[in-house]
């Protein structure tokens, strides 16, 4: 499984990004796909999650609001909207895929079975 996110970059606190990540593979649609985020000197943290068919969603309090997933299975493609954005957002944000369609409350602790490389965001004041 290769994941490849793309869409950072650098914004004014109070705008707009939105991530996408795109998989490799024909099991894309059977599977729950998440972002995640690492700010420096922090642990990783749960953003958010899909699952297979996107009629489930999980949040991050801390994004709750202000961020949307959706998916596209259709293009392989998970897509993570990011509204209001602000510094503490700044992080490497990575997409993940996990081995089951629906979704599990607790991903800060288990987090996903696939990675891809992280897209940097930064937000400034």
């Known amino acids: 499984v290769q994941l490849q996110a793309s869409g950072g970059g650098l914004v004014q606190a109070g705008g707009s990004l939105r991530l996408s990540c795109t998989a490799s593979g024909r099991t894309f649609s059977s599977y729950a796909m998440g972002w995640f985020r690492q700010a420096p000197g922090k642990e990783r943290e749960f953003v958010a999650a899909i699952s297979w068919n996107g009629r489930a969603t999980n949040y991050a309090d801390s994004v709750k609001g202000r961020f949307t997933i959706a998916r596209d299975n259709a293009k392989n493609t998970v897509y993570l909207q990011m509204n209001s954005l602000n510094p503490e957002d700044t992080a490497v944000y990575y997409c993940?895929?996990?081995?089951?369609?629906?979704?599990?409350?607790?991903?800060?602790?288990?987090?996903?079975?696939?990675w891809g490389k992280g897209t940097l965001v930064t937000v400034s004041s």
């Open positions: 993940a895929r996990d081995s089951v369609g629906g979704l599990y409350s607790d991903y800060d602790k288990r987090g996903m079975d696939y």
